[in-house]
């Protein structure tokens, strides 16, 4: 029984590179939201989507960063010339539906870092 | 703005030690509430949940929780902490319906043989 997965675990890249962030949801589930934590700091939520749908993607930085999660395959993480402030650990979370009265179920995560 | 605070940043426990995490809120609407742990290289797992009901929550691994909505409160607590427990823990609320997770800044236990 599978759980969230997420690749890279670890994903090192220079200043002006693309970094691309896996998710695979659990499976049944169709809904999966994306959040970053921030050294010494709290995961914060970016996006929520389901499949071929962003529903709300107000937390996202508004450059450099954008997310899709396909018919088929994994939800992608994408951002665009890092930064060193990209660097934090990216956490991939899925429910069954809308996790208004579901838990979240999360990844591993993926630690970005930037040199 | 909403927002949920961990005071204890840092706790270090020897073994058979007691445990109390604090967590506080600030939203006065209808909450459903969490308690995460990582441990070390690992996912994130709910230890506990409240959505409604009986305001003393039991989760696993001896884990349990208490809302006190007049503090906005839900504090974690365990009697005897294992070495095994050393992971940071997170506390999350859900406020009214939404979807989204606000979580705390964690709390890394470190417990001692």
């Known amino acids: 029984n599978a759980g969230v997965m997420q690749n890279p675990r670890h994903l090192v890249r220079r200043r002006g590179q693309e970094a691309r962030l896996r998710c695979s949801p659990m499976?049944?589930?169709?809904?999966v939201y994306w959040y970053r934590q921030l050294p010494e700091e709290g995961l914060k939520f970016m996006v929520y989507?389901?499949?071929?749908?962003?529903?709300?993607e107000s937390g996202m930085p508004k450059e450099r960063f954008s997310a899709e999660f396909p018919k088929e395959g994994p939800s992608i993480l994408r951002i665009q010339q890092v930064v060193r402030g990209d660097s934090a650990a990216y956490f991939c979370?899925?429910?069954?539906?809308?996790?208004?009265?579901?838990?979240?179920?999360f990844g591993p995560g993926t630690r970005l870092t930037v040199t | 703005a909403q927002s949920v605070s961990q005071h204890n940043h840092h706790v270090i426990l020897s073994e058979a030690a007691s445990l109390e995490l604090g967590c506080n809120y600030s939203?006065?609407?209808?909450?459903?509430l969490f308690w995460y742990v990582q441990y070390p290289g690992q996912h994130l797992q709910l230890l506990l949940k409240?959505?409604?009901?009986?305001?003393l929550v039991k989760g696993i691994k001896g884990f349990e929780a208490e809302f006190i909505k007049s503090k906005f409160s839900f504090n974690l607590r365990k009697p005897s902490v294992q070495w095994s427990d050393t992971a940071e823990y997170f506390c999350?609320?859900?406020?009214?319906?939404?979807?989204?997770?606000?979580f705390g800044s964690g709390t890394r236990l470190l417990v001692r043989p």
């Open positions: 939203y006065g609407g209808t909450v459903n």
């Open positions: 499976k049944g589930h169709s809904h």
């Open positions: 999350a609320v859900r406020m009214d319906s939404s979807y989204k997770l606000i």
């Open positions: 409240y959505f409604s009901g009986d305001p």
């Open positions: 989507l389901q499949k071929e749908n962003i529903i709300d």
């Open positions: 979370a899925s429910s069954p539906r809308r996790a208004t009265t579901y838990e979240q179920y």
